[in-house]
């Protein structure tokens, strides 16, 4: 390319000057449209050859979907493709038939959907066969915004909220609705459709007429993908916003005071999807405060909003203060309910029994509530995996989490076929992800951030993908446009070679690093503050409540360590189905993935290594480590695939990775092993950092090229 720009300019007599002016132009000009912010996200434009589309009826999905397919067709030039409009009684809602030459569905965004299938596979290499019937795994595919009114983020890690800005600002302009126009095609491009567009710790203002204004706005953009907007309410709506004298959910006036509220909301949003609602959880209001229960909270919105065909989704995440087990109060709460919420009612549950963390079991919920709804939720935002400092893809861990089994139902029932409508007999299915978008260019802050966002799309939509193909197609449709010669077959191998695979790799294996050098082997919660981000397994301030501490979670001591869950202890493996509540229950059988979250283990226990506990936990924190680095090079060995910027940004992050990793390793080993008293084995690397520095460190800052705290970050 360079040469043949050169021979241009040789071939032209032009004066000095003119010369150096043209070949500004000649070398910036590509150079300009080669640059990858990220913003283009998955949806790479590509050199998109001639298709000749036929389509019956074209309704406002199917332009998109012909519009779609003049812009990235890459299958045979000049070929006819059909999209067809038509009933089929194999099809669920969005669901598609696929063909070489055509697509065929019930709805018209199912045609949309089966056209980003085709292209996908068509910039993936994945042959189509014809008649595959593909259906979602679940109705409801939604993304929650954690997303205040002023525009901040509640564990946001990519700049300011893309939805609200503030009281001051509430004027929509063309640049806010050219974003969310991008952002809902890109949701659409994996399945997604709804967003819930506010943060569940909700303003009551969020439903004021203003608000509301804006709410309209952003749900008329979203439409045009086929994405129903949904909001976060806040419990104590009437009596904050409402001016009543009280929220309680039985009471006439509150219940006036919300109909009237819905009936605004449907007038200016008529496809509105209904609410998200965290109630008496971590302080917010809920129908407990009036002696009421969660199932009549959750009825009384859920029959308002029927008439409008909407949904009440009322989370789990509850859990008052405790000193004896977190993990066992949203099971305690909810069992005693099933069977008692309306059918437009789904419990959403985040997918471990305590909070987003790097692992945890499956919470029990999953598949015991038999006669009521559940969602499962999921957390995009690495809240508890290295914000978005690190590269971590999310997709392993919920693979690991939809494929593991209840075996309420027998064997084979996966968290996934338990709540996609597989098990039970559901009027809805649905699941959610936290969501990691923000106003950064590249939407998610780490480049490879993106890959979470495209993998919960691909995951709900079917929720039997491998992580692997997940993590191919999303290297492929977000780098292989960088490489200049992929039309060379030689080349494209080449490049899978060198890039692909040792990418796809780090991805892979990215969860498990980052569980080795934060929590291995059944470690939760040892978070310094209440940033999540760095270590503090030493941190118990007085003020704070026990279950808000790490040393609640590790109960590290002179005799070992690990929340002793079994029947001796919390009994939590009690809320599992046999056998696995037996498997969790004996230290012998318990994977030891989840070992010191359901046994207090001695430091000298055998593993199934052969070697002591404590010796397998300096192990894994070295791991992690060595894992990073191996990662760092890796990443280096790919210079040259990727876009410059991109590749010295994610190269700088993997730096700060590695750094991050080494203190998780040096405060958790050094901290522990005031109880072990064991030696860190000869063989492994030393600490670098020493435990009081770790100690007297804010977290957040320690590797972060800022003057560092001398106190711990106190903000909880
Ligand atoms: O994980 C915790 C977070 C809170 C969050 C809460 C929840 C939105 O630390 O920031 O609040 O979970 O899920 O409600």
């Known amino acids: ?70 812009r990235g067709w890459t299958g045979r030039s000049g070929a006819s493709f059909t999209l067809t409009l038509k009933k089929d009684k194999a099809l669920k ?43 979602p795994s679940y109705q ?30 509430t004027t929509v302009t063309d640049a806010d609705k050219k974003l969310w126009m991008e952002y809902a095609r890109a949701n659409a491009s994996i399945g997604i459709n709804g967003s819930v567009l506010n943060n569940v710790n909700a303003s009551p203002q969020i439903l004021n007429a203003e608000n509301l204004q804006r709410l309209k706005a952003i749900a008329d953009v979203l439409r045009t993908y086929g994405i129903r907007s949904y909001l976060s309410i806040n419990f104590s709506s009437p009596a904050r916003l409402g001016g009543l004298k009280n929220s309680d959910p039985l009471d006439p006036a509150v219940i006036q005071w919300w109909k009237d509220k819905v009936k605004e909301i449907y007038t200016v949003v008529p496809d509105f999807g209904g609410f998200l609602v965290k109630a008496n959880s971590e302080g917010q209001p809920g129908p407990q405060d009036f002696g009421r229960t969660h199932a009549n909270g959750a009825n009384m919105l859920a029959d308002i909003v029927k008439p409008y065909k909407g949904i009440i989704m009322w989370r789990a995440f509850v859990y008052s203060p405790t000193d004896k087990d977190r993990a066992k109060q949203a099971y305690n709460e909810f069992m005693p309910l099933d069977g008692k919420f309306r059918d437009n009612v789904i419990i959403q549950v985040k997918n471990g029994p305590v909070d987003f963390q790097p692992r945890e079991p499956f919470s029990a919920l999953f598949g015991a509530m038999k006669k009521t709804t559940v969602m499962p939720e999921v957390q995009i935002t690495q809240e508890y995996l290295g914000h978005s400092e690190h590269l971590v893809f999310l997709s392993t861990l919920w693979e690991e989490f939809l494929k593991s089994d209840t075996y309420q139902e027998g064997k084979g029932s996966t968290v996934g076929r338990c709540t996609d409508g597989s098990i039970f007999n559901q009027a809805n299915t649905a699941i959610a992800g ?45 780098f292989s446009n960088s490489i200049s010669n992929k039309d060379n077959p030689l080349a494209v191998s080449e490049w899978e070679r060198n890039f692909l695979l040792p990418v796809k790799q780090i991805m892979m294996e990215s969860r498990e690093a980052a569980v080795n050098y934060s929590m291995p082997l059944g470690l939760h919660h040892i978070f310094a503050g209440n940033h999540h981000f760095g270590p503090g397994p030493w941190d118990a301030p007085k003020r704070v409540r026990a279950d808000w501490t790490p040393p609640y979670y590790h109960q ?57 506990f404590w010796d397998e936990l300096c192990y894994h924190y070295n791991d992690g480590v060595m894992q990073v680095r191996q990662f760092q090079k890796t990443w280096d060995a790919a210079e040259g695939y990727v876009d410059q910027d991109m590749f010295t940004e994610v190269q700088r992050r993997l730096k700060r990775q590695e750094k991050d990793a080494q203190v998780w390793k040096d405060g958790c080993l050094l901290y522990f092993q005031t109880f072990s008293k064991m030696p860190i ?8 950092y020493d435990l009081k520095f770790l100690q007297a460190s804010d977290m957040l800052r320690v590797n972060d090229n800022q003057p560092l705290l001398p106190v711990r970050n106190k903000m909880r």
């Open 1 to 70: 390319m360079k040469n043949k720009r050169i021979n241009i300019l040789k071939a032209i007599n032009f004066s000095s000057v003119k010369k150096l002016f043209l070949l500004c132009i000649l070398f910036y000009l590509p150079a300009a449209s080669h640059a990858d912010n990220g913003h283009d996200l998955w949806l790479k434009n590509v050199k998109a050859l001639p298709v000749n589309i036929i389509a019956g009826k074209k309704t406002a999905a199917i332009n998109l979907a012909i519009q779609e397919l003049n």
């Open 556 to 612: 590290a001591a002179a005799d070992g360590i690990g929340f002793n869950r079994t029947k001796t202890g919390t009994d939590a493996v009690e809320q599992y189905h046999e056998p696995l509540a037996s498997t969790f229950n004996d230290i012998n059988t318990c994977p030891e993935i989840y070992l010191l979250w359901f046994h207090h283990v001695s430091w000298d226990h055998k593993m199934k290594s052969g070697k002591t």
């Open 93 to 135: 809602t969005g669901g598609f038939i696929l063909s070489e030459n055509g697509v065929q569905a019930g709805d018209e965004w199912g045609v949309l959907y089966g056209v980003y299938e085709i292209l996908r596979r068509q910039q993936t290499g994945q042959p189509v066969q014809n008649g595959e019937v593909v259906n």
């Open 434 to 478: 936290v969501a990691n978008v923000g106003l950064d260019t590249n939407w998610c802050g780490h480049p490879f951030a993106q890959s979470n966002w495209y993998a919960f799309g691909r995951l709900a939509w079917n929720n039997t993908l491998t992580s692997g193909q997940i993590a191919n197609e999303w290297i492929q449709l977000s």
């Open 140 to 169: 409801q595919r939604i993304l929650n915004h954690w997303d205040n009114l002023d525009g901040s983020i509640e564990r946001g890690y990519s700049g300011l909220s893309i939805f609200w800005k503030g009281d001051k600002n």
């Open 681 to 688: 084995p000869a063989e492994l690397e030393r600490p670098v």
